[in-house]
């Protein structure tokens, strides 16, 4: 597997929010974390702040994955790259202190795009990330595929009617129907389904 | 322990606690009768006596801290152990993994949780509503300069000088974002056409907009008054002018664990009722109040950045000061409290209005699924809250539109505006 393209999302601390303990405990985990996947040897494309650009910069850079401190106030921003890129989406793991293995499965049976990982322990990283990103990408493809026999599934009804309507309407052979809508296609150019769906539309129009 | 005596009474903590356990068990048999089921056998005891409970640093937190400090949760024989979380997605994800057995939370969360909207799709429970009211929208000073102070001056303001104007919410599929987009669209300005809108975590809402980066952002209290305070904005409207007495936050949790746990939740639900109830018993609570919530381990502000609304008195900015009786509430005689299905349902439908649902849900199902009535009912007589006279509600929102819950997917679909 090539290295992967990772962009790690830190809090940042923000001029008058200096005593706020909670945003800096935020802020030492996100460092400790972006050593740790440094150690790991990992390819951190870019490390960007919580902030408002963060959507564009995510967008621009196109990474294979987002790392982030599963207690940070970055969650919120990111639910809103996962909601705005649902039909693209891309795997989020986060890091958290549990090691709760079962929470981690839980997570990747249910297609969530974050994964949960126990630990930052610089040997362990890289085989997780990539465990990770490979079961991202097989549900992926098992999504992909559930669409794709869906929408064939959708197509072979059009032409069946289509075939249907030829047979009725010329008095002739499955065959034969099936023949003067293959001819229709390759005359036209177009795909066998566009070409039953045009004769359906124009049924339904003419009545 | 310090607190003890806000509630006025001065009697030992530990005596108290047994005494009001008593009465408990005897409540819970008189109840018993009418509710059957395990109260009848007398186990109404709590399954699970220590709650883990998760808080946003927002002033609508209240009733929840409020519980805890004054020992309402001891009463009820549980123990609330709070936590304070960073981000809603967090509150999310740890409800659904059972790192937290309930939260305060966004209502329109829970309910894209249920839908599968964003991440893991878990069934979920809205135990009871914790507060109505009390979030705003802020215009940024640069813009209400220009003339944009409210609505119709700021589609006005876009008209005439067009360039991209970027608002924030909170959560993609929370409350804030609703009422903003909603209040865009009242206004004729399309929130997905005609602006950018972008999530920002509330505390970074103000520093945000003070470096110019946005012309404006929905958010609940202190955010709004603070932007004032700080002279980086305007209060352009206030949510209960968009929808009197909305619902914003509950007290959720997995459908798993009210199911588990129902005395538990009762236990939780009821000490919060009285939480609320002794919160908008009186200005001196609310005072004090603001004084607990503003600490470091819950808002982490200034109290002066809280009790100003939290009474009621509210300013915008730009010389006006007006005593809202809309303010926050927490109780209300249990209207604020109420799981009324309609209003769970009115989430759904804007979730159908801007696309976060592509089909239309049976609105009213999934809303007896989530909303906990028969729960609440039972932990309502535990407190001696009223209860209304039926589930749904009908609610005149600012642009004249009614809503009863009566066709959800017509009004869904009404809306001129939408996605």
Same mark, same amino acid.
């Given at each position: 597997?090539?290295?992967?393209?990772?962009?790690?999302?830190?809090?940042?601390?923000?001029?008058?929010?200096?005593?706020?303990?909670?945003?800096?405990?935020?802020?030492?985990?996100?460092?400790? &974390?972006?050593?740790?996947?440094?150690?790991?040897?990992?390819?951190?494309?870019?490390?960007?702040?919580?902030?408002?650009?963060?959507?564009?910069?995510?967008?621009?850079?196109?990474?294979?994955?987002?790392?982030?401190?599963?207690?940070?106030?970055?969650?919120?921003?990111?639910?809103?790259?996962?909601?705005?890129?649902?039909?693209?989406?891309?795997?989020? *793991?986060? +890091? #958290?202190?549990?090691?709760?293995?079962?929470?981690?499965?839980?997570?990747?049976?249910?297609?969530?795009?974050?994964?949960?990982?126990? =630990?930052?322990?610089?040997?362990?990283?890289?085989?997780?990330?990539?465990?990770?990103?490979?079961?991202?990408?097989?549900?992926?493809?098992?999504?992909?595929?559930?669409?794709?026999?869906?929408?064939?599934?959708?197509?072979?009804?059009?032409?069946?009617?289509?075939?249907?309507?030829?047979?009725?309407?010329?008095?002739?052979?499955?065959?034969?129907?099936?023949?003067?809508?293959?001819?229709?296609?390759?005359?036209?150019?177009?795909?066998?389904?566009?070409?039953?769906?045009?004769?359906?539309?124009?049924?339904?129009?003419?009545? | 322990?310090?607190?003890?005596?806000?509630?006025?009474?001065? *009697?030992?903590?530990?005596?108290?606690?047994?005494?009001?356990?008593?009465?408990?068990?005897?409540?819970?048999?008189?109840?018993?009768?009418?509710?059957?089921?395990?109260?009848?056998?007398?186990?109404?005891?709590?399954?699970?006596?220590?709650?883990?409970?998760? +808080?946003?640093?927002?002033?609508?937190?209240?009733?929840?801290?409020?519980?805890?400090?004054?020992?309402?949760?001891?009463?009820?024989?549980?123990?609330?152990?709070?936590?304070?979380?960073?981000?809603?997605?967090?509150?999310?994800?740890?409800?659904?993994?059972?790192?937290?057995?309930?939260?305060?939370?966004?209502?329109? &969360?829970?309910?894209?949780?249920?839908?599968?909207?964003?991440?893991?799709?878990?069934?979920?429970?809205?135990?009871?509503?914790?507060?109505?009211?009390?979030?705003?929208?802020?215009?940024?000073?640069?813009?209400?300069?220009?003339?944009?102070?409210?609505?119709?001056?700021?589609?006005?303001?876009?008209? =005439?000088?067009?360039?991209?104007?970027?608002?924030?919410?909170?959560?993609?599929?929370?409350?804030?974002?609703?009422?903003?987009?909603?209040?865009?669209?009242?206004?004729?300005?399309?929130?997905?056409?005609?602006?950018?809108?972008?999530?920002?975590?509330?505390?970074?809402?103000?520093?945000?907009?003070?470096?110019?980066?946005?012309?404006? +952002?929905?958010?609940?209290?202190?955010?709004?008054?603070?932007?004032?305070?700080?002279?980086?904005?305007?209060?352009?409207?206030?949510?209960?002018?968009?929808?009197?007495?909305?619902?914003?936050?509950?007290?959720?949790?997995?459908?798993?664990?009210?199911?588990?746990?129902?005395?538990?939740?009762?236990?939780?639900?009821?000490?919060?009722?009285?939480?609320?109830?002794?919160?908008?018993?009186?200005?001196?609570?609310?005072?004090?109040?603001?004084? *607990?919530?503003?600490?470091?381990?819950?808002?982490? #502000?200034?109290?002066?950045?809280?009790?100003?609304?939290?009474?009621?008195?509210?300013?915008?900015?730009?010389?006006?000061?007006?005593?809202?009786?809309?303010?926050?509430?927490?109780?209300?005689?249990?209207?604020?409290?109420?799981?009324?299905?309609?209003?769970?349902?009115?989430? &759904? #439908?804007?979730?159908?209005?801007?696309?976060?649902?592509?089909?239309?849900?049976?609105?009213?199902?999934?809303?007896?699924?989530?909303?906990?009535?028969?729960?609440?009912?039972?932990?309502?007589?535990?407190?001696?809250?009223?209860?209304?006279?039926?589930?749904?509600?009908?609610?005149?929102?600012?642009?004249? #539109?009614?809503?009863?819950?009566?066709?959800?997917?017509?009004?869904?679909?009404?809306?001129?505006?939408?996605?």
């Amino acid at each position: 597997m090539r290295n992967l393209r990772i962009v790690v999302v830190n809090p940042t601390i923000s001029p008058g929010e200096e005593d706020d303990e909670s945003l800096r405990a935020q802020a030492e985990r996100g460092r400790i &974390l972006r050593i740790g996947l440094l150690e790991a040897g990992l390819d951190i494309v870019a490390s960007l702040p919580a902030d408002m650009y963060l959507p564009e910069h995510i967008a621009k850079l196109q990474p294979d994955m987002i790392i982030v401190d599963a207690e940070s106030d970055a969650r919120d921003v990111l639910e809103h790259i996962v909601i705005a890129t649902r039909d693209e989406r891309r795997p989020i *793991v986060m +890091f #958290t202190e549990s090691e709760d293995t079962e929470t981690m499965e839980a997570a990747v049976a249910a297609g969530v795009s974050a994964y949960i990982v126990a =630990g930052l322990q610089a040997e362990r990283i890289k085989p997780v990330l990539n465990v990770a990103l490979a079961r991202f990408r097989r549900e992926q493809k098992l999504l992909d595929e559930l669409s794709d026999t869906k929408s064939k599934l959708a197509e072979r009804k059009v032409i069946e009617r289509a075939k249907g309507l030829l047979m009725e309407r010329q008095h002739c052979s499955e065959e034969q129907a099936y023949r003067k809508l293959r001819g229709m296609a390759m005359s036209k150019n177009l795909k066998l389904s566009e070409v039953a769906q045009r004769i359906l539309d124009v049924e339904d129009y003419l009545g | 322990m310090e607190f003890k005596e806000l509630q006025g009474e001065k *009697v030992d903590a530990t005596r108290r606690t047994i005494l009001h356990g008593a009465a408990l068990v005897a409540g819970g048999s008189v109840l018993g009768l009418s509710t059957g089921g395990a109260w009848a056998a007398g186990s109404d005891k709590p399954e699970k006596e220590e709650i883990r409970i998760g +808080f946003i640093p927002l002033t609508d937190c209240a009733s929840v801290v409020m519980a805890s400090v004054l020992g309402l949760d001891k009463k009820y024989g549980v123990k609330f152990v709070l936590s304070k979380e960073a981000s809603w997605a967090g509150v999310r994800d740890k409800l659904a993994n059972g790192d937290l057995d309930a939260a305060h939370v966004l209502y329109g &969360l829970l309910y894209g949780v249920q839908m599968g909207v964003g991440g893991q799709k878990k069934d979920m429970a809205v135990l009871m509503g914790l507060n109505n009211n009390g979030q705003a929208i802020t215009l940024s000073k640069k813009r209400s300069d220009k003339g944009a102070v409210d609505g119709p001056s700021l589609a006005k303001l876009m008209r =005439g000088e067009q360039r991209e104007y970027t608002f924030a919410q909170t959560f993609p599929t929370g409350t804030h974002a609703m009422w903003l987009y909603y209040w865009l669209a009242a206004n004729g300005i399309n929130p997905m056409k005609d602006a950018k809108v972008i999530t920002v975590p509330p505390p970074q809402m103000v520093a945000n907009m003070r470096v110019g980066n946005m012309d404006g +952002f929905c958010v609940g209290e202190p955010w709004g008054h603070r932007a004032i305070m700080d002279g980086v904005g305007i209060t352009a409207t206030t949510t209960q002018d968009i929808w009197r007495d909305h619902p914003e936050k509950v007290l959720g949790c997995t459908l798993d664990f009210a199911k588990k746990y129902p005395n538990t939740c009762r236990a939780m639900m009821a000490a919060i009722l009285e939480a609320g109830k002794w919160i908008d018993a009186s200005l001196i609570n609310k005072n004090r109040m603001a004084e *607990v919530i503003a600490d470091k381990s819950y808002v982490n #502000t200034s109290k002066d950045a809280i009790d100003q609304r939290i009474m009621g008195r509210y300013q915008n900015g730009l010389g006006k000061t007006w005593d809202d009786p809309n303010y926050m509430k927490f109780y209300n005689d249990g209207a604020v409290n109420f799981p009324y299905l309609s209003d769970g349902m009115w989430f &759904l #439908t804007q979730h159908r209005r801007w696309g976060l649902l592509k089909e239309d849900p049976d609105y009213m199902a999934v809303a007896q699924s989530v909303n906990q009535i028969d729960l609440f009912k039972d932990a309502a007589a535990m407190t001696k809250t009223p209860l209304p006279k039926s589930p749904m509600r009908s609610s005149k929102l600012m642009d004249g #539109t009614v809503w009863d819950g009566k066709n959800p997917k017509a009004y869904a679909a009404s809306f001129k505006i939408k996605a």
